[in-house]
Nanobody, 123 residues
Framework: QVQLVESGGGLVQAGVSLRLSCAPS????????MGWFRQTPGKEREFVAG????????SYADSVKGRFTISRDNADNTVYLQMNSLKPEDTATYYC????????????????WGQGTQVTVSS
């Protein structure tokens, strides 16, 4: 099995930056595309960013384009989400997820999930 552990969340003020990390463990046979999703109470889990296993291709939600950057460290398989210019609307629990093949924007298409890390952005 693949286990994903997110970290890096916190309480910050609008305009600052955070860097989330997703550290996989266990069997990580590729090619795994990785995605970041976020969810707030009462709302559906929404796609934020995705990256192929090789890191050659990325995808972003329109709401975070130009502000967030997804990347991965091929040495240890850690996936990052650099979040700049944070807005209160970015407040959510952020989850990383893994799936085979290509990036998907649908949470239903991902097989492995982390426990989530809370990001709270104050105005």
């Amino acid at each position: 099995q693949v286990q994903l552990v997110e970290s890096g969340g916190g309480l910050v003020q609008a305009g600052v930056s955070l860097r989330l990390s997703c550290a996989p463990s266990g069997r990580t046979f590729g090619p795994y595309a990785m995605g970041w999703f976020r969810q707030t109470p009462g709302k559906e889990r929404e796609f934020v960013a995705g990256i192929t296993w090789s890191g050659a291709s990325t995808s972003y939600a329109d709401s975070v384009k130009g502000r967030f950057t997804i990347s991965r460290d091929n040495a240890d398989n850690t996936v990052y989400l650099q979040m700049n210019s944070l807005k209160p609307e970015d407040t959510a629990t952020y989850y990383c997820a893994a799936r085979l093949l290509v990036i998907s924007r649908s949470p239903n298409e991902y097989d492995y999930w982390g426990q989530g890390t809370q990001v709270t952005v104050s105005s």
